[in-house]
């Protein structure tokens, strides 16, 4: 997903959860300023969409459901490669049923043009019914803005060979494609989504080489007895 579809998504999540709010997952590396030794915690503010929490990709975002829900800081001794002596504000993760968004949308050269891949966990209680609907509710909204299957093919990277046939059963069943992303891809034909360093990636239908299914290896000759 690009920054756009996380702000069409935010924007969909801020009218179906109006109650919820969001705040940038803060730790050691991201915000030192903020948490090391401060004489005041740092502010969790409530934003009311995902993207107003001065994020960049790779950030992690969580999404609150208890609208009271409020942070109880304290100090945390020997986190993040301090020594024993040094601390550091620390709080609590919010109530479930909360969610974790991962962003991705950052851009990377090489191999090939790629984005970063984003994450979304949703953390309930188990047998919770109420949990597992409001789940259900959140991940049917993101599909309105990604597919995991329509018009895209898995690819090798560089080639762009297509290594899997579009319709294939379980294909790109744990793979996302924000639809701003699949058009982003689209404009050039070595551009692709969800990359891995294994050599693979996701293209839109268009400008793909043709499926060619491996050689089917060649039948020994049977050797007949004189």
């Given at each position: 997903?690009?920054?756009?579809?996380?702000?069409?998504?935010?924007?969909?999540?801020?009218?179906?959860?109006?109650?919820?709010?969001?705040?940038?997952?803060?730790?050691?590396?991201?915000r030192?300023?903020?948490?090391?030794?401060?004489?005041?915690?740092?502010?969790?503010?409530?934003?009311?969409h995902?993207?107003?929490?001065?994020?960049r990709?790779?950030?992690?975002?969580?999404?609150?459901?208890?609208?009271?829900?409020?942070?109880?800081?304290?100090?945390?001794?020997?986190?993040y490669?301090?020594?024993?002596?040094?601390?550091?504000?620390?709080w609590?993760?919010?109530?479930?049923?909360?969610?974790?968004?991962?962003?991705?949308?950052?851009?990377?050269?090489?191999?090939?043009?790629h984005?970063?891949v984003g994450?979304i966990?949703?953390?309930?209680?188990?047998?919770?019914k109420?949990?597992?609907?409001?789940?259900?509710?959140?991940?049917?909204?993101?599909?309105?803005?990604?597919?995991?299957?329509?018009n895209?093919?898995?690819?090798?990277?560089?080639?762009?060979?297509?290594?899997?046939?579009?319709?294939?059963?379980?294909?790109?069943?744990?793979?996302?494609?924000?639809?701003?992303?699949?058009?982003?891809?689209?404009?050039?034909?070595?551009?692709?989504?969800?990359?891995v360093?294994?050599?693979?990636?996701?293209?839109?239908?268009?400008?793909?080489?043709?499926?060619?299914?491996?050689p089917?290896?060649?039948?020994?000759?049977?050797?007949?007895?004189?």
């Amino acid at each position: 997903m690009l920054e756009r579809d996380w702000w069409d998504f935010g924007f969909a999540l801020q009218d179906a959860f109006p109650q919820a709010w969001y705040y940038r997952e803060l730790d050691g590396w991201n915000r030192p300023e903020d948490i090391w030794q401060m004489p005041i915690p740092p502010d969790l503010s409530h934003h009311a969409h995902l993207l107003d929490t001065s994020v960049r990709p790779g950030d992690s975002i969580k999404m609150v459901f208890d609208a009271n829900w409020k942070p109880q800081y304290k100090k945390k001794y020997g986190r993040y490669g301090m020594s024993e002596d040094q601390w550091c504000w620390d709080w609590p993760d919010p109530p479930q049923p909360s969610a974790r968004l991962k962003l991705g949308g950052n851009i990377y050269d090489t191999p090939v043009p790629h984005p970063s891949v984003g994450d979304i966990t949703f953390h309930g209680q188990n047998k919770n019914k109420e949990h597992m609907a409001l789940a259900g509710r959140l991940f049917r909204i993101l599909s309105k803005f990604t597919t995991n299957k329509k018009n895209l093919v898995r690819v090798r990277v560089p080639s762009m060979e297509v290594t899997v046939p579009l319709g294939s059963k379980g294909n790109f069943a744990p793979d996302w494609c924000g639809h701003h992303a699949i058009e982003w891809a689209r404009q050039e034909p070595n551009r692709v989504l969800c990359y891995v360093r294994a050599g693979f990636g996701i293209r839109p239908t268009a400008d793909v080489k043709p499926f060619a299914p491996p050689p089917k290896p060649k039948a020994k000759a049977s050797r007949k007895k004189p």
